[in-house]
T-cell receptor, first 116, second 115 residues
């Protein structure tokens, strides 16, 4: 069973730039979620994709956007980067509760983004 | 609104000591799930347990045990005979029990186990 994989592992960007982070979901999972984890904090929900549609969003501005592809992999895009966007970005895959009991979120290792 | 509070920021113990990590939650949902995740230095969040709000039975898995008390809105996690490999940040989280899993996390408790 292939787990959740994220790329790149680390990234350094300059304020105002744009960044794309990638995630491959665990085999069999059709739901992908993205979380932002600032240093010393718990992860914060950004948004979730189910069958290529965004089906939920946390308290993040529109410059945070995403995509899910037919193979259930996903991208997180952040435009006009700000210093506060520096964080660990975690991707998680799962099955929704509507599909049986669903499954717990399984997380990748994350992408550490530094904005200077 | 949902909220998870982990009041203990950091706990230090010596190997073989027992340690309990506290978690208190708030929700208006009548059905919900509670979770514990472990985050080692590598960054990955490792799933430990999911508990349905209807199931208040305590659970034991090896050295790990969980005490769910709906009356006090708490879901505490105990590690018995701690080991150095248990050193990590532990997060408690909450989600509604329908639709899709959108977790609300606490701020985490850093556990340091020294030899």
């Amino acid at each position: 069973e292939t787990g959740v994989t994220q790329s790149p592992t680390h990234l350094i960007k300059t304020r105002g730039q744009q960044v794309t982070l990638r995630c491959s979901s665990q085999s069999g999972h059709n739901t992908v979620s993205w979380y932002q984890q600032a240093l010393g904090q718990g992860p914060q929900f950004i948004f979730q994709y189910y069958r290529e549609e965004e089906n939920g969003r946390g308290n993040f501005p529109p410059r945070f956007s995403g995509l899910q592809f037919p193979n259930y992999s996903s991208e997180l895009n952040v435009n006009a980067l700000e210093l506060d966007d520096s964080a660990l970005y975690l991707c998680a895959s799962s099955l929704p509760y509507s599909e049986g009991q669903g499954s717990p979120l399984h997380f990748g290792n994350g992408t550490r983004l530094t904005v200077t | 609104a949902q909220k998870v509070t982990q009041a203990q920021t950091e706990i230090s113990v010596v190997e073989k000591e027992d340690v309990t990590l506290d978690c208190v939650y708030e929700t208006r949902d009548t059905t919900y799930y509670l979770f514990w995740y472990k985050q080692p230095p590598s960054g990955e969040l490792v799933f430990l347990i999911r508990r349905n709000s209807f199931d208040e039975q305590n659970e034991i898995s090896g050295r790990y045990s969980w005490n769910f008390q709906k009356s006090t809105s708490s879901f505490n996690f105990t590690i018995t005979a701690s080991q150095v490999v248990d050193s990590a940040v532990y997060f408690c989280a909450l989600s509604e029990a329908e639709g899709f899993q959108k977790l609300v996390f606490g701020t985490g408790t850093r556990l340091l186990v020294s030899p």
